[in-house]
Each structure stands twice: as structure tokens, then as C-alpha cells.
């Protein structure tokens, strides 16, 4: 045992016999057993909150206590029966589901229940031991057996409660108004149980009833201050009315002893009862308007997303006709100069200008989740060791980079380029978590489908872990509810556009993928991103080649952005194929359906002016049954996604795409005839 757990059950068994030893002082004319024992209160909530490890502590303290008081055997048979009882209690109390916070109405029942049982555990050893006892009578132990079990618990209710109310509940939001109330409440209650009790005698016919005016007190505590109110106050009431009651006062003070020490445990019992129920009811009802809250705010945010997607799907299709035009003429231009030519310079920086707007444009259909992706069977593992020299060129030498590949089934079915980037852009806000330098880790593991710690509205399946993890400033709960808005960002104004985190989340739920943070501010953040796990295997990969291939093949093309159709000719005819162009899917599909025409291929933006790409592939194929098809887009639609037209049997080109990119797409569609 550590010198830490020594402590602590060092100091359990000291706070449990000195709790022993007050409760007995105030006994009654019939012998020490009053009817509430703080000390099974104190076990209970120890082991808890605490765990086995202070059991000890519990045992220490109840052998402590019995053996100043009776013989070593009795002491050991009622210590025994402490100890029994807390073990069964927590038990039960797991078993059952309870949540020490008590603000559920089932929780305070859950206790009452499991701790009358063990309380009987309790009681049945005590009993016990007064067989060894010359002095008792025979004829009192069912009397006692009552009496103890009821003490005990009652002082499992009232005490354990206190300690675990005050310790897991939601904490009060102390005001000066609401802390002027609270001392009212519990002045007004001491003064309400001298009354009651201590000047009994003054009221004429000594009207019993009149004891249980102290319940809308209690109720009205657990209203206003939840959980933690109600046992306070019920504690106070028990801490004033028993010293009282045992110098035969109050209002049961008529009764015989026992008779007295049974109403006034049914009386603490149902005080306490229908404190901790209203309190409860009250907890409820407020979780339950917290979560109203936040799906309507959750709503208004899938709102607010929906409409900037739309709003970004619309804006990129546009932009990335543009974008096409101005990268293609752009390398066009570039072939011709001559390397030494100071001119070919500026062609360059107009292209890397054209490829960073054509960056921020995937972002903003990342997050939207209306990009086509290409998903592609890979090696998780494989693709880090890739990007590892990269990832550690971006963060920097202050900052210690540990990639950790333990995942044994890496394989998942995502795009290349969209993991990576996901990764990238993860990495990047680490680095910029960390000013001062830290610790950046990158792993893998393999998540089997019966992991509790999977998201919850992940479909129980097997999932390859990909977690980003850093040792940085953290994150407050107010800024991880809206890390993946777009345009969000903490960063000061030019430092960051916002777009990282959401085009993240975007594309691994466009991957079928789920995104969890946890995050605390001081104690870094860790981002983990759960994607299913494929059994196919990952291809061999393609050798790298510079060349554009051409061909002598004769191409449709369907375009209506001017620009794109005249790079998109001025491409292809410069590659040797012979090219029809037209500007409109009607105009396609007038031009395909002449018989003195053949096309061995259909370039068909998705999106145009006066019908769909697939609808003008779809005509075209009724008439030229051995016609192929690329489609080519700013961005693929969300319906025709979600029908299934461009899925991944159809061959999609993303605009802005560069010359040689579209002579490398269309060469390998031409290829694949041979394939079907």
C-alpha cells in the first residue's frame, strides 16, 4: 500500500470512531443504540467515491470503535457486520446503476432499498454478538434487531447522501442572494425543530401532526438547491431533533423508548424521502431543458451549415471554371518559354496562385461535404510514413514529433489526397496550439466493434483509429462546441481563415468516418478520428510520370463555361486527338446523335446550362452503345451523389484541373475499353 492510501485510511478510521463516539454520547435511558449511525454514512460514500483501496480504513475504524466498548469477541462479530455492510451495500449500489449525484428519482429509491438490506447485514451481526454478552436478556434482541438495522440505515441515507451530493452534484452557483437564502432556510429550519421539539410542552393538545411542517422546508431545499440542499438541511434537522428526542422530548416524547426511536426514524426517513425526490425531479427536468437547448442549437447549426454548403457549393462551381482556365493556360504558357525566360517566372507564381485559391475552394467543399471524393483502398501506416517528412518540415524544430503506427489492420477506403490533407491540416493546428514547443503524437490503432469508446452514433463495426494528440494551450468548452464551424478560428486576424478543422470534419464524415476531441484548457487536445476498417487489398502503386500521353481517339465535348471548352480543345488537340465541342447538353446530344460521327469518348462537365451530364451520357449511350464518358465538375451535386450516378464506377475529373491531369484521365479511361 502506498504512503498515500496509508493516509487516507488512517484518517477514515480516525473520522469513523470519532463519529462513533458522538453519536453514542446523547443515549437513551435504555442503552447506547440511537436511531441514526453517521458512521455507515461515512463507509459508504468512502468506498464510493474512494474505492476498495479504502476498505482498511472502514475496517480499522469499526474494530476501533467496538472494542472500547464490549468484549473482543462481540467487537469483532459487530465490526465484522460494519464491514459486511458497506461491501454489500456498494455492491448493490453498482449493480443497480446508481449515480452518486442522486438527480435522477430512481437514485434516491436505489438507495433507500440497497441500504435497508445491508443495514439488515449489519444488524444480524450485532445480534449476533449479544450471545456472548452474560448481561442481556434474550427477550430484547428482536427489539434490537429493529433498532439497529433501522440506525444503520438511516445513517446510510442521511450521511452517505450528504457526502456524495456535496461531492459528484452539479455545484450551486453561489450569489449573494442565493447565499443570504440558503442561511435563512437553515436558521428557519433550527428555529422550526426547538420549536417542535425543544418547547413542545408549550403547544396545547401537543398535536403530533404538527412535527411534519418541517417537510415543505426540506422539499422547498431540494428545489432550490437540488440534492445537496435537501441532505444538508435533512442533515440539520437529524443533528438537532436526536440530541432532543433522547432527553424525552418533542413530540413522540410520550411514546415508550423504542416506540419513540422507531416514529422518529420513520419521520427522518420521510423527510428525507421527499427532499431528495423533489430535488431529483427538479434535476431531471433541468437535464432535460439542457438537452432540449442543445438540440435545438444543434439544429440551428445543421441549419447554418446546410445553408453555407449550399451557398459554397454554388460559389466553388463557378470559381473552379475559372480556376481551370487560368492554371491550364497558364502550364500552356509555361511550355512554351524558354526555362531561362524571366517571363516563365510570373507564369509560375500566376499558377501557384491559381493552386492556393484552388485549395481554399476544396475547403470550402470539404466542409460543405458536397466534394466528389475517389476513395481508394490504403494503408493508414503506410500513408504516415509518407507524409512524415513533410508533417515535420510544418511544425518545426521546437516541437517533438512521435509517429506511432500500431495499428495491426490499417487498411481503410478513403481518398489519398483527403486523408492527407486531414492530417495536414489536424498537425498544423497542434503546431499552432503549442507557441513555446510541446509534444505532437500521431498514431494508429485498431478499434474492435465492442470498444465503448466509440462515438455514439458510430454503428458498432471494426474501425482504424487515427488520433492526432498534442501537449498545447487546450481548448475551453465554449470553443470546442464550434471548432468545426467554418470560419471559426481564435487565431488573431490573417492567421487563419477558419476552414482547417471543418474541412476535416467534412471529409472524414464524407468517408463515413467519425471525428471526437477531447480537450481541456492546459492539458492539450487530442483529436481522434474513427474510419472503417476494409478487408480488400490496397493496390500496388503506380510508378510516377511526368508525361501527358495522348491518343488519336475522337472526343465529344460538352462544356458550357467558354474558357474551360476552349483549354479543354486547345489540351486535347495539341495531344493529337480529333475533338467536337458543344456548349450545351442538347447541342451534345444533337452532335452524337449524327451518324456520320463516331466518338470513342464523351468529356461532360456534370452541371450545365439546360440538363445533367449523366442525363447527356445516359441519351448518348442509348444511341452509341460503345461511347465512354468523364464527367468533370466544380463540384459533383448532392443529388446526383446521393442516387449513386457518380459513384465510384464512374470515372470524375475535379475542376481546376491542370493539362496534364486531364491527359492522364482521359488516356486511362480510353485504356479501360478493353477492360468491360
Keep these: ?39 455507515a454514512g461515512v463507509a459508504l460514500s468512502a468506498l464510493l467515491l474512494g474505492g476498495p483501496r479504502l ?49 435522477r428519482v430512481r437514485d434516491p429509491l436505489v438507495l433507500a432499498g440497497v441500504t435497508l438490506a445491508g443495514a439488515a447485514v449489519a444488524a444480524l451481526f450485532g445480534v449476533t454478538s449479544l450471545l456472548f454478552d452474560p448481561s442481556s436478556d434474550g427477550r430484547t434482541w428482536p427489539y434490537a ?42 436558521m428557519g429550519m433550527l428555529l422550526l425543530i426547538q420549536l417542535l421539539f425543544g418547547f413542545w410542552a408549550l403547544f396545547p393538545g401537543h398535536n403530533v ?36 428526542v433522547a432527553q424525552v422530548g418533542g413530540p413522540f416524547g410520550t411514546l415508550p423508548v423504542g416506540m419513540t426511536i422507531f416514529v422518529l426514524h ?46 459554397a457549393g454554388g460559389i466553388a462551381h463557378d470559381f473552379n471554371n475559372l480556376l481551370t482556365a487560368i492554371i491550364g493556360y497558364a502550364e500552356l504558357v509555361m511550355v512554351r518559354l524558354d526555362p531561362e525566360d524571366p517571363r516563365r517566372a510570373d507564369a509560375e507564381e500566376i499558377a501557384r496562385a491559381a493552386m492556393r485559391a484552388a485549395d481554399l475552394t476544396r475547403h470550402m467543399l470539404a466542409f460543405s461535404r458536397k466534394q466528389n471524393l475517389q476513395p481508394k483502398v490504403l494503408d493508414l501506416n503506410v500513408t504516415l510514413a509518407k507524409a512524415e517528412p513533410m508533417l515535420r518540415r510544418v511544425i518545426g524544430e521546437d516541437i517533438v514529433l512521435t509517429i506511432a503506427p500500431k495499428a495491426t489492420r490499417p487498411l481503410v477506403r478513403v481518398d489519398p489526397g483527403q486523408i492527407e490533407q486531414v492530417i495536414m491540416n489536424l498537425v498544423v493546428n497542434a503546431r499552432d496550439a503549442m507557441p513555446h514547443g510541446g509534444r505532437l503524437t500521431v498514431d494508429t490503432a485498431d478499434v474492435p466493434p465492442d470498444v465503448t469508446a466509440l462515438p455514439p452514433d458510430a454503428p458498432a463495426a471494426s474501425y482504424v483509429l487515427l488520433a492526432v494528440s498534442d501537449t498545447g494551450i487546450g481548448m475551453s468548452a465554449e470553443v ?27 471529409i472524414v464524415r464524407q468517408s463515413d468516418g467519425y471525428l471526437q476531441v477531447n480537450s481541456e484548457p492546459g492539458l492539450g487536445t487530442s483529436f481522434r478520428i474513427y474510419l472503417p476498417r476494409t478487408e480488400e487489398a490496397a493496390p500496388a502503386e503506380a510508378v510516377g510520370d511526368d508525361t501527358m500521353p495522348g491518343g488519336a481517339e475522337h472526343i465529344l465535348l460538352v462544356e458550357d463555361e467558354p474558357s474551360v471548352r476552349r483549354l479543354s480543345r486547345e489540351i486535347l488537340v495539341r495531344l493529337g486527338y480529333s475533338v467536337t465541342e458543344a456548349a450545351s447538353g442538347r447541342a451534345g446530344l444533337a452532335l452524337g446523335s449524327d ?40 463540384y459533383a451535386d448532392e443529388a446526383i451523389v446521393r442516387t449513386g450516378v457518380l459513384d465510384e464506377g464512374q470515372p470524375f475529373l475535379q ?21 468491360d
Aim: net charge positive; hydrophobic share 50%; glycine share 8%.
Design 266 to 311: 420513520a419521520f427522518l426517513l420521510l423527510g428525507w424521502l421527499s427532499g431528495q425526490t423533489l430535488a431529483a425531479v427538479r434535476a431531471e427536468w433541468e437535464a432535460a431543458l439542457e438537452r432540449r437547448i442543445a438540440l435545438e442549437e444543434q439544429l440551428r447549426h445543421s441549419q447554418k451549415m446546410e445553408a453555407v454548403g449550399r451557398l
Design 480 to 506: 470546442r462546441a464550434r471548432i468545426f464551424e467554418p470560419y471559426f478560428t481564435t487565431k488573431d486576424v490573417g492567421k487563419g481563415t477558419g476552414l482547417g478543422l471543418s474541412t476535416a470534419y467534412g
Design 595 to 634: 451518324d456520320t460521327r463516331h466518338f470513342d469518348l464523351a468529356l461532360c462537365d456534370v452541371i450545365l446550362g439546360d440538363m445533367s451530364g449523366p442525363a447527356v451520357y445516359e441519351a448518348l449511350r442509348a444511341l452509341r452503345p460503345t461511347v465512354r464518358v468523364l464527367y468533370m465538375s466544380g
Design 145 to 186: 434487531l429493529v433498532i439497529w438495522w433501522m440506525r444503520d440505515w438511516l445513517g446510510a441515507l442521511i450521511v452517505g447522501s450528504l457526502v456524495l451530493t456535496w461531492m459528484r452534484s452539479r455545484p450551486i452557483h453561489w450569489t449573494r442572494p442565493r447565499i443570504a437564502e440558503a442561511i435563512a432556510m437553515v
Design 1 to 39: 500500500m502506498r504512503g498515500r492510501d496509508v493516509a487516507w485510511n488512517a484518517g477514515l478510521a480516525g473520522l469513523y470512531w470519532l463519529l462513533a463516539e458522538l453519536t453514542l454520547l446523547p443515549a437513551t435511558p435504555e442503552g447506547r443504540v440511537m436511531p441514526l449511525w453517521p458512521p
Design 55 to 103: 476498505l482498511p480504513g472502514v475496517a480499522l475504524g469499526a474494530l476501533l470503535t467496538t472494542t472500547l466498548h464490549m468484549s473482543f469477541v462481540s467487537a469483532a462479530l459487530v465490526a465484522a457486520g460494519m464491514l459486511f455492510q458497506v461491501i454489500v451495500d456498494v455492491r448493490l449500489l453498482q449493480r443497480f446503476e446508481f449515480d452518486h449525484r442522486l438527480e
Design 209 to 244: 401532526p404538527m412535527a411534519f411542517t418541517f417537510f415543505p422546508v426540506v422539499g422547498y431545499a431540494g428545489l432550490r438547491f437540488g440534492p445537496a440542499g435537501a441532505s444538508t438541511l435533512m442533515a440539520v434537522v437529524a443533528a438537532s431533533a436526536i440530541p432532543m
Design 655 to 675: 475542376k481546376p484541373f491542370t493539362p496534364r491531369e486531364l491527359a492522364v484521365k482521359i488516356r486511362d479511361v480510353l485504356d479501360r475499353r478493353g477492360d
